[in-house]
Nanobody, 121 residues
Framework: QVQLVESGGGLVQAGGSLRLSCAASGTIFSVNAMGWYRQAPAKQRELVATIASTGRTNYADSVKGRFTISRDNAKNTVYLQMSSLKPEDTAVYYC???????????????WGQGTQVTVSS
């Protein structure tokens, strides 16, 4: 019933920028936190950035100062502005939302299918 759709991934040279977007759609009662995670080959999925409904943000140390997360509550959309990209940023980026689909259900995590970000030297 709930779907997260990412967009904005692609190939970029080191030092370049990309902007990722993720919109939650379907049956949604309320959305708590939203965020971005990434997974490189042979590595565990790791947190990149999260943002609460209040606007409070949290970033991985590796992206602080380079990435900016934001959201549009009216559109149930979260964004990730990535600048000064490095080859080590190459990964599949996954959108995440902690939301309640229906009033009678509890909050739980929903995930997008991921979008590839590749940073070349």
């Amino acid at each position: 019933q709930v779907q997260l759709v990412e967009s904005g991934g692609g190939l970029v040279q080191a030092g370049g920028s990309l902007r990722l977007s993720c919109a939650a759609s379907g049956t949604i009662f309320s959305v708590n936190a939203m965020g971005w995670y990434r997974q490189a080959p042979a590595k565990q999925r790791e947190l990149v950035a999260t943002i609460a409904s209040t606007g409070r943000t949290n970033y991985a140390d590796s992206v602080k100062g380079r990435f900016t997360i934001s959201r549009d509550n009216a559109k149930n959309t979260v964004y990730l502005q990535m600048s000064s990209l490095k080859p080590e940023d190459t990964a599949v980026y996954y959108c995440n939302a902690d939301l309640r689909a229906r009033l009678e259900w509890t909050y739980r995590d929903y995930w997008g299918q991921g979008t590839q970000v590749t940073v070349s030297s």
